[in-house]
């Protein structure tokens, strides 16, 4: 069925520190992911996206990874930032399909 | 700025009424997407269109309709509203189907009384 899901509804980082945001998804025919980030009153912003020929994705501070033996897509971001706080998404697209998936999000706080 | 825009920002409305939110899309942009989020259910895809007509559909209730109008532009129709109808809704457009990046709007928050 439609799932994706993941694992830490929260996470707390030190400003500075990297952050790993883990997302599981359960349908093997999914060919396209994406990170979103979601900051308080406003809509999903994309953020970086991977497919699935692909297992690693570097953008501006962020990377994703694809591990499709295990269906698990994580975003990594680098030297995290006071405004990196906010939720991120992912979402899976199943090949041949137009519509998104979305997780369920992850709240990623910033401590000073 | 995404360029997408979405009115009204906020709407609050009694049950058993009907609203109509309005999105227009980034120019250019010819597929528009309509997502529920609630907090119990996160982004919902409801449905989408592309040049006016309906390509695909997901959990959209018989109660709530779209269409996309000739100038591109949407409109969400939610009718007979109940409590649990109070969520965001958010408007995405891209170039075409499929296309891979969905660019959202600002959201309507709707709550219903």
């Known amino acids: 069925g439609e799932s994706v899901g993941l694992h830490l509804p929260t996470l707390s980082v030190q400003e500075g520190d990297n952050s790993i945001i883990n997302c599981a998804y359960s349908?093997?025919?999914?060919?396209?992911f994406i990170w979103y980030k979601q900051e308080s009153g406003k809509g999903p912003q994309f953020i970086i996206d991977?497919?699935?020929?692909?297992d690693k994705r570097q953008g501006q501070r962020v990377t994703v990874l694809l591990n499709k033996t295990v269906k698990h897509l994580s975003l990594q971001i680098a030297a995290t930032q006071p405004g990196d706080s906010a939720v991120y998404f992912c979402?899976?697209?199943?090949?041949?399909?137009?519509?998104?998936?979305f997780g369920q999000g992850t709240r990623l706080t910033i401590n000073p | 700025d995404s360029g997408v825009t979405q009115t009204p920002k906020h709407l609050i409305t009694a049950t058993g009424q009907r609203v109509t939110l309005r999105c227009s899309p980034r120019?250019?942009?010819?597929?528009v997407y309509w997502y529920q989020q609630s907090l119990d259910q996160g982004l919902q895809f409801l449905i989408q269109?592309?040049?006016?007509?309906?390509?695909a559909k997901g959990n959209i209730l018989e109660r709530f309709s779209a269409q996309q109008f000739p100038d591109l532009h949407s409109e969400l129709n939610l009718s007979s509203l109940e409590l649990g109808d109070s969520a965001l809704y958010f408007c995405?457009?891209?170039?075409?189907?499929?296309?891979?990046?969905?660019?959202f709007g600002p959201g309507t928050r709707l709550t219903v009384l």
């Open positions: 995405a457009s891209s170039v075409a189907p499929g296309e891979d990046e969905q660019f």
């Open positions: 349908n093997s025919a999914s060919d396209y």
């Open positions: 991977i497919r699935s020929n692909m």
């Open positions: 979402a899976e697209r199943y090949q041949g399909a137009q519509k998104l998936v």
């Open positions: 120019s250019g942009d010819l597929s």
């Open positions: 269109y592309y040049n006016g007509e309906e390509r």
